[in-house]
């Protein structure tokens, strides 16, 4: 594979751009330059250099564009392809530019952040985490203003009363007892 005439790269050595040609697949149709090595996640490619593992086309920017080993800039694609490493479909920039390119694209969804949204959700379900039903009767509102299943919160007490080494159990019998009581005096 023939490296562009115009384009003197700066490899951070022999070994390295040896080992970069070789894993690169012409892509006819887009000019991607398709990275066929090792791959990270998200589908980038990925390389060992110098003893550090990098994305495949964070080293293409380093060679062609001029990106140093240490600059904080993000390497965005063009062709939105995460294994291309072609340095024509590249371009040098921050998250915001990255977002931007994405949102112009199309390819951004836009989370719902707004508390109606999550007020929304929250009323639209029809059953706890735990199975028990989502209803009036079974709700609570903590002071910070979350909802909680009423049943799911009793039985979280009795597990803190256990485990905290209370006697709940002798403390239950002694309530009922005491009720029992009053009603009869009743």
Known sequence: MKMP???????????AAD?????????PNSGCWLWAGDYASGGYGRIMVAGKRIKAHRL?????????????RIVCHRCDLPACVNPGHLFLGNQQDNMSDAARKGRLVAPVYSSEARKAASDAR?????GHP??????????????ECRVCGQIREKL???????RWHQRSSEW???????RRGK
Do not use: H, M
């Open 5 to 15: 005439s115009d384009t003197a790269p700066a490899w951070p050595g022999q070994f």
């Open 160 to 166: 803190r009363y256990k485990a905290e080494g209370s």
């Open 19 to 27: 080992r970069f040609w070789s894993n690169i697949s012409l892509e």
């Open 176 to 182: 009922k007892a005491q009720r029992k009581e009053n």
């Open 60 to 72: 293409s920017a380093q060679a062609f564009l001029g990106l140093g080993v240490d600059d904080a």
């Open 126 to 130: 029809l059953w706890c985490q735990a």
């Open 134 to 147: 989502w209803i009036a009767q079974n709700i609570r509102t903590r002071p910070n203003g979350r909802r």
